[in-house]
């Protein structure tokens, strides 16, 4: 049984303002915060950039926004990071039900991975 995570609460005046968590949490958490964001909104200014100035495909620009690593992507998705590496390659052509596994992820919907 994992032990339970301790919250610090930060108040002021009298109104809780900032919660302090612990690192390895934050690193857990961060990702899934950035990803929800992404669905609020439009497509990140950052991910315009990479995919547009820089030529990078769609799936390399998301997954660098949200801070995930290759590995972490394809621990996720259960393949290698070899896959993932060859998934980013911008000749790569995948198959719709492959786009959707990687979307979700990365927590997005899989119009955010079509160019």
């Known amino acids: ?3 339970p995570i301790e919250y ?11 919660v302090l968590v612990p690192w390895e949490e934050w690193k857990r958490v961060q990702p899934l915060l950035e990803a929800e964001k992404a669905r609020a909104g439009g497509i990140p200014q950052e991910v315009v950039e990479a995919h ?5 495909p769609l799936i390399k620009a998301w997954r660098e926004h949200l801070g995930i690593t290759q590995e972490e992507l394809a621990i996720r998705l259960g393949v290698s990071q070899a ?7 911008p000749d790569a052509r995948l198959r719709t039900v492959t786009l959707k596994k990687i979307a979700a992820a990365m927590g ?3 119009e955010r991975l079509r160019a």
């Open 108 to 110: 997005l919907d899989a």
């Open 1 to 3: 049984m994992s032990k």
């Open 83 to 89: 896959a993932i590496a060859k998934f980013e390659r």
């Open 8 to 18: 610090q609460t930060i108040e002021h005046c009298g109104h809780p303002a900032f």
């Open 52 to 56: 547009i100035l820089r030529d990078e």
